[in-house]
C-alpha cells in the first residue's frame, strides 16, 4: 500500500482536520522512532497514519472503534502486524499488545495531544521554538491537556525509552512537519 492510497482513505473517512493532523502527527513519530530502532519506517510510519481511521465511523462508540479501523487498515492492505497494532491500541477489545509496533503506537497516540497542547499555548502557537524542557514540565501538570494520558505516555519505557527521549523525538518529529500540522 503506498502512503498516497492510505491518505485519501484518511480523507474520504475523516472530516475534521484536526483528526487528520493527529494521525499525521502520530506517522511523523512512529516514522521517527522507526528509524530510532532500525525497525521498517513504512510499516510504522502507515500504522501510525491510520490508526484513527475509523474515529468518525464509529462515532466514540468505544466498543467498535479499532476494530473498524484495523478492518479497513485490512482492506487497504496493511500487513497482519500492522492491523494487530491498530486493534489493540484501543484497550476496550481485551487484545494485549504484543508486539513492540504495538507497544510503541499505544504510548505515541496520546504524546501527539500533549505535544500538541504544549504549541498552543506558546503566544506564537507554532512548535518551532518549542524546548522540550517545557513539554516535560507541562507533563507533570496533571491538569494541563489532561486528555493526553500521562500513564499511557510514559509506556515509552516498555520499547525501552526514557521519557526524557521519547518526548524530545515526539517533538523533533513533529516540527518535521509543523507546516502540515499548522502549528
Ligand atoms: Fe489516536
Known amino acids: 500500500m503506498e502512503r498516497e492510497e492510505a491518505l485519501d482513505s484518511i480523507k474520504a473517512n475523516v472530516e475534521n482536520g484536526n483528526l487528520i493532523k493527529h494521525m499525521l502527527a502520530t506517522e511523523a513519530i ?60 484501543n484497550e476496550g477489545h481485551g487484545v494485549s499488545r504484543e508486539t513492540k509496533l504495538d507497544k510503541t503506537l499505544f ?21 518551532a521554538a518549542l524546548e522540550a524542557k517545557s513539554v516535560k514540565k507541562k507533563f507533570k501538570e496533571k491538569s494541563f491537556a489532561a486528555g493526553a494520558n500521562r500513564e499511557q505516555i510514559a509506556l515509552c519505557s516498555e520499547i525501552g525509552l526514557e521519557l526524557d527521549e521519547f518526548i524530545e523525538l515526539g517533538l523533533e518529529a513533529m516540527k518535521g512537519i509543523a507546516a502540515d500540522l499548522g502549528l
Open 30 to 89: 512512529m516514522r521517527a522512532l522507526a528509524r530510532r530502532f532500525g525497525e521498517d519506517e513504512e510499516e510504522w510510519g502507515l500504522t501510525g497514519l491510520l490508526h484513527d481511521i475509523d474515529v468518525e465511523l464509529t462515532e466514540g462508540d468505544m466498543t467498535s472503534h479499532s476494530k473498524l479501523g484495523a478492518d479497513l487498515a485490512r482492506e487497504l492492505g496493511v500487513s497482519e502486524t500492522m492491523a494487530h497494532a491498530i486493534l489493540c491500541h
Open 107 to 127: 504510548c505515541t497516540d496520546p504524546l501527539t495531544g500533549l505535544l500538541t497542547a504544549a504549541a498552543l499555548v506558546r503566544p506564537d502557537k507554532k512548535l
